[in-house]
């Protein structure tokens, strides 16, 4: 068996650009991918999985029928939007273990394929190429994602990879794209369509800042279009544990990596790492074209329920801007407006919480809002110290994913005077 016998790469021509004669179940190659790049720059590329991705995978990861057709939520309208508004190339990849033999015979493939492949392409969405490995997992061939035959076209210079992403569902994909050397896009909890159209169309919002004195040595990476993955130490554990509250509930990629004077006190420590993560918002989020720029607090619900993309309706408030603990109540808002000011109203009797001075708590969202230069106003009630600290940050989270939201479709500075 080889590669040849377990990879498709014709849909209907018709619903292709630029292709050429052949049926709907032909394993020939396009003419345009044949002898590699034939000397043409294909520039970056979507390598887009399909089941799970374009359209949802039933429990048997199979489908075969129409009962089993429904497109993932969003996909539709975020396809067309990425088609209209950029040019990369778009590549379905999929694998569809055994299709042609007994198990998963083409008559089943085929008619609900080309449906989606008809609904797409009246949207505006046609590919460019669409390829499709055969083989079951067992065979281990090299065309089967994660491994990359499949798509030798596109690694033999002709594309950009590093400016190329692979769009999937599982954990092969995001291998796929490790493979190939360009980035994943994996949906999930805090990762979906919409959010995938703002960072292939506009660029993920990511910051490196290292900050190094005499007394602290920082290094901070931060993607504000990530979903929450977090490495922090900064050698103090509850600080620690507050700021993985902001990279999981502001849906942040965060990695901190301090080494500070901790044998004087913990003072430059959370000092240091306040202005170089104030410093690291500030240079994410650029020249803040289509950003919400405000956030506050959106209630109680879960993080996942806050929006990618914030319009005026949602906006509308429906409860207190605030976020309890058990018997605490915190509220925060923001402006990523340009000009630092902090508002504090939290009052803690304990010296400590963790090894972490409270005193501390208010130099830090001073120094934050110092260098982010955001107005910051927080106010907390209650009485256990550790629950009155964690909501802060919690909601500090929550408004900040809610001010950097983006809309795509309104990508002008969210000020009247021009400069934020
Ligand atoms: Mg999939």
Redesign the pocket.
Known sequence: MNSNDNTSRQPLPSLTRGVGGGSSTSRQPLPSLTGGAGGGSFGSCLFI?????ILQ?PADEQIDSFEKFHFVPGVISALRFIRQHTDYRFVMVSNQDGLGTDSYPEAYFWPTHNLMLEILAGEGVTFDDILIDRSFPEDNLPTRKPGTAMLTAYTNGACDLSRSYVI???HT?AQLATNLGCKALILGDDMDWEKITGIVYAGQRTATVKRTTRETDIDITLNLDGTGKNTISTGLGFFDHMLEQIAKHGSIDLDIRVRGDLHVDEHHTIEDTALALGEALLKALGDKRGIERYGFSAGSGSADALPTTVTAESLVPSATYTLPMDDCLCSVALDFGGRPWLVWDAEFHRERVGEMPTEMFLHFFKSLSDAARMNLNIKAEGQNEHHKIEGIFKALARAIRMAVCRDIHHMQLPSSKGVL
């Not at 999985?49 to 991705?53: A, E, I, L, Q, V």
């Open positions: 999985d399909r089941d799970g991705t995978e999937g569902d599982r994909d």
